[in-house]
């Protein structure tokens, strides 16, 4: 009885190993190029002059202005590559505020294409605090949007309080945010071609 030993190289085996799994992924459909970007509570930028935003002591953000005039809004702004798909935004925050709701749009601003003109406004999703006192995380579902990037701009607003009106102060707080987005261009999503076609 003869026995014959194979040698492998260990790189080439790694490599198969690699592509058949790729393969086996792309026809389930995973994500490939996926993003996710996160930003603190504290990152967010107001929207007027007027409105006086506070630090906890970790990475939140509250408003503390009272029933002066002026919005009462922090924006996120996102940085999503042209192309990309916008999956969800998540949000994490802390409500024990009786009077308001943290409320959150996900919004598009697009500049008309080779023309002049006011930006357009498009609300994609949108949540809010309300329910059980405390702790909260709330998820904004996009829908698989396709980012136009090279026209459009894309912001998270934080809302403490309607416009003009006295915020809840440290007892409404904006803690964490996250973007998932996706690359749809992905070389071999879909696995390889069979030999001769």
Same mark, same amino acid.
């Given at each position: 009885?003869?026995?014959?030993?194979?040698?492998?190289?260990?790189?080439? &085996?790694?490599?198969?190993?690699?592509?058949?799994?790729?393969?086996?992924?792309?026809?389930?459909?995973?994500?490939?190029?996926?993003? /996710?970007?996160? /930003?603190?509570?504290?990152?967010?930028?107001?929207?007027?002059?007027?409105?006086?935003?506070?630090? %906890?002591?970790?990475?939140?953000?509250?408003?503390?202005?009272?029933?002066?005039?002026?919005?009462?809004?922090?924006? /996120?702004?996102? %940085?999503?590559?042209?192309?990309?798909?916008?999956?969800?935004?998540?949000?994490?925050?802390?409500?024990?505020?009786t009077s308001n709701d943290l409320s959150y749009e996900m919004v598009q601003s697009c500049q008309p294409?080779?023309?002049?003109?006011?930006?357009?406004?498009? &609300?994609?999703?949108?949540?809010?605090?309300?329910?059980?006192?405390?702790?909260?995380s709330e998820y904004l579902y996009l829908d698989q949007h396709v980012a136009t990037s090279s026209t459009?701009?894309?912001?998270?607003?934080?809302?403490?309080?309607?416009?003009?009106?006295?915020?809840?102060?440290?007892?409404?707080?904006?803690?964490?945010?996250?973007?998932?987005?996706?690359?749809? %261009?992905?070389?071999?999503?879909?696995?390889?071609?069979?030999?001769?076609?």
């Amino acid at each position: 009885m003869t026995f014959q030993i194979i040698q492998c190289k260990p790189n080439a &085996v790694l490599f198969a190993a690699v592509l058949a799994l790729g393969a086996a992924q792309a026809e389930a459909g995973v994500l490939y190029g996926t993003d /996710y970007d996160s /930003y603190n509570g504290r990152s967010g930028r107001p929207t007027d002059s007027l409105l006086s935003l506070g630090r %906890d002591g970790n990475f939140g953000a509250y408003c503390q202005s009272g029933a002066s005039s002026g919005r009462r809004t922090v924006v /996120y702004p996102f %940085d999503i590559k042209n192309g990309y798909e916008i999956f969800s935004v998540r949000v994490w925050g802390f409500d024990e505020a009786t009077s308001n709701d943290l409320s959150y749009e996900m919004v598009q601003s697009c500049q008309p294409f080779l023309s002049g003109g006011a930006p357009v406004r498009t &609300v994609l999703a949108t949540a809010a605090s309300s329910g059980s006192p405390g702790e909260f995380s709330e998820y904004l579902y996009l829908d698989q949007h396709v980012a136009t990037s090279s026209t459009c701009a894309y912001f998270l607003e934080a809302r403490f309080a309607p416009d003009n009106s006295a915020c809840a102060g440290f007892d409404l707080r904006s803690v964490r945010v996250r973007v998932l987005s996706n690359n749809p %261009d992905v070389i071999f999503r879909n696995g390889f071609a069979p030999w001769g076609s």
